[in-house]
């Protein structure tokens, strides 16, 4: 450890909320410090503390909340009792914030640049063309491509990527000497979470910064950390180096958020959960509720299944295999391979798809040009498989999804579901046909209406397809959903409010499966999800695929997700499938650049690949 005194030194920290329902000890006990030029990675599931945490040191909390004991030092000042005054001074100058959902943390009304400049003005007293400079200085520093004219730009005409760019320029204007990062790559892509990660580290060693990292994940903490904090409901259940952490974890909780992540490389049909490592049995302490941790051991009987129970890859029949560059050949393939009859007929066949979205400019509006969104998408996909389909934000993976569900409109092509052509059916035609092709997207809370009870929610699609007699059948049928994907029958009654994310995930699953179909969309289904929530529900969608004999596309950024749930793989990039084939193989033996750059960017957590960054920063802080 440094002789120098840390950043910031946290001792026995406890943030309580007091509610109607009573206290909820958001953070209970927590101590850490952030040495000088150092990243702490704080991780845990949502509800574990972590954002509380950040809160507290930038005194942003609710009315609700208070800090009941405790103490945060910042080179020597107790924030704790530190004035509002004080403190304003301090909060975006010496202590800066980026927040997870740039869109809601960016004022659409006006444009980035003038937000960033607005910083500068408030903390460091220069003038606005001053403050000007600066900002297109600071664009230019994180990525941002012609920083110049980007300036002038609002919120939305941006992308994702570049918005998080915003975010860490404006962190960054008043040079802070920490900056906390609460799940700054969160369902970005993983080129852009490869960038962003690269833009923190190298922004981190030229400024000797502190950064405290908030994210659920480990694969991104093992990109970025040198110390690691795990919190569960609240308290710190292990901190250490971040070598010692993958290396040797004593907590059963973090061996389960370890184990429960999937790699390119996994063995597993099913994924590991944190409940294969520990079971929590509710106690009361003299500060109320509470829960005691019961370590369980993952066996070797338990591994076997993981690695045998559940289904094998399905692969396209022999004569399109070889035609793809994947002839079936003995070790050629994965061992839990099997390939689809020779005379079987695809359930879903897409030819020459085409997405194109008008660019109109002028008084008149008149049409200028076309992005070509999807632009000659074609595939096949047989009963009982799963279809990957992979690439960046803006590849043409939604809307090639959404087009074969007639949720947008193609501008050419043709989409067959068991020879029918979709594009050509009408009115009640094609509301039987959505029966049999569902979707599953990405925000669960943004497709759940919150004005309906799961009951509902659940019920509405059986009446308008008619497939039960009466309410009381309808809601028997709506309690069996409720059950197979693992939620309770007096579940309900209740609103999507009342759920965290992954219980809305497994209610929105509920809904698509409430009409018996046979062939589902699973549009980013996961990508804002726990790690360990996230092990579930693809546990849960292959289990149902299984019991069901259902068929997906599974739309995803997130190479080892896709790779995990899919027997062929389509890589798209600027509306096209540029590879398409076995995902084993894929991984395996990429053949294009675009492949490997996706491949490239998965985080990895190996222990070599940690102990090289561990090297590399050391020779760093040493000068050498």
Not at 118 to 129: F, G, M, P, R, Y
Not at 468 to 488: I, N, P, T
Not at 514 to 543: G, H, R, T, W, Y
Not at 582 to 594: F, M
Request: aromatic share 6%; hydrophobic share 40%.
């Amino acid at each position: 450890m440094s002789t120098a005194p840390p950043v910031i030194d946290i001792q026995n920290l406890r943030t309580y909320f007091h509610t109607e329902e009573g206290t909820v000890r958001a953070v209970n006990d927590v101590s850490f410090r952030v040495e000088r030029g150092h990243t702490l990675g704080i991780v845990g599931e949502s509800g574990s503390g972590k954002s509380v945490t950040s809160l507290s040191i930038m005194q942003l909390l609710a009315t609700s909340a208070e800090i009941e004991s405790g103490s945060i030092s910042f080179l020597g000042k107790d924030l704790v009792r530190l004035p509002e005054p004080e403190m304003r001074d301090i909060r975006g100058k010496d202590i800066s914030m980026i927040f997870q959902e740039p869109m809601t943390s960016l004022n659409p009304v006006f444009t980035v640049g003038d937000q960033v400049a607005e910083a500068i003005v408030l903390h460091q007293k220069t003038s606005k063309d001053e403050a000007r400079k600066k900002t297109v200085d600071l664009f230019r520093e994180v990525g941002i491509p012609e920083p110049e004219l980007r300036v002038d730009y609002y919120p939305h005409q941006m992308s994702g990527g570049q918005k998080q760019r915003v975010m860490i320029a404006m962190a960054l204007s008043c040079n802070p000497q920490l900056l906390i990062a609460d799940e700054p790559t969160t369902a970005l892509d993983v080129t852009i979470q490869s960038q962003i990660l690269d833009i923190l580290r190298r922004l981190r060693d030229t400024r000797g910064m502190s950064i405290l990292f908030i994210t659920h994940d480990l694969g991104v903490i093992a990109e970025i950390a040198d110390d690691v904090l795990v919190m569960y409901r609240g308290k710190m259940v292990e901190y250490g180096d971040v070598l010692q952490i993958f290396e040797n974890p004593q907590h059963p909780y973090t061996k389960g958020l370890l184990a429960c992540r999937p790699r390119l490389d996994t063995k597993y049909r099913l994924l590991p959960t944190v409940s294969d490592f520990m079971e929590s049995e509710p106690i009361e302490t003299p500060d109320g509720p509470d829960v005691k941790i019961i370590e369980k051991k993952l066996d070797d009987v338990r591994l076997q299944q993981l690695m045998t129970h559940g289904r094998g890859r399905l692969l396209h029949p022999r004569d399109e295999l070889a035609a793809m560059g994947h002839p079936w050949e003995e070790g050629h393939h994965s061992p839990d391979s099997t390939m689809v009859p020779d005379d079987a007929k695809p359930l879903l066949e897409v030819k020459d798809l085409e997405v194109h979205f008008p660019v109109r400019k002028g008084v008149f509006s008149r049409v200028v040009d076309h992005v070509k969104a999807v632009d000659g998408v074609s595939f096949n996909v047989y009963r009982g498989q799963t279809l990957g389909l992979v690439g960046e934000s803006g590849c043409g993976k939604t809307t090639t999804g959404r087009a074969i569900l007639r949720l947008v409109n193609a501008t050419g092509g043709h989409v067959l579901y068991e020879g029918r052509d979709v594009f050509a059916l009408r009115g009640g035609e094609m509301r039987a046909m959505r029966r049999n092709m569902q979707i599953i997207f990405q925000d669960p809370y943004g497709s759940l209406n919150p004005r309906m009870t799961i009951e509902s929610t659940l019920t509405e699609p059986m009446v308008i397809h008619n497939l039960a007699k009466s309410k009381a059948e309808r809601r028997d049928k709506a309690a069996a959903l409720l059950e197979e994907v693992d939620l309770k029958p007096e579940h309900l009654r209740r609103y999507p409010h009342e759920f965290s994310g992954g219980q809305r995930q497994r209610i929105s699953i509920a809904r698509a499966l409430a009409v018996e179909p046979d062939f589902i969309i699973c549009d980013e289904s996961v990508s804002a999800l726990d790690v360990s929530v996230q092990a579930q529900v693809l546990n849960l969608l292959k289990k149902l695929q299984e019991d069901r004999g259902l068929t997906y596309i599974f739309i995803s950024h997130d190479l080892s997700v896709v790779k995990f749930m899919a027997d062929m793989m389509a890589v798209m990039n600027a509306g096209k499938i540029v590879e398409f084939g076995p995902s084993d193989n894929i991984y395996a033996v990429p053949k294009e650049d675009y492949t490997r750059k996706l491949i490239n960017a998965t985080p990895r957590d190996s222990l070599e690949h940690i102990r090289a960054l561990q090297e590399q920063r050391a020779k760093l802080r040493s000068g050498t």
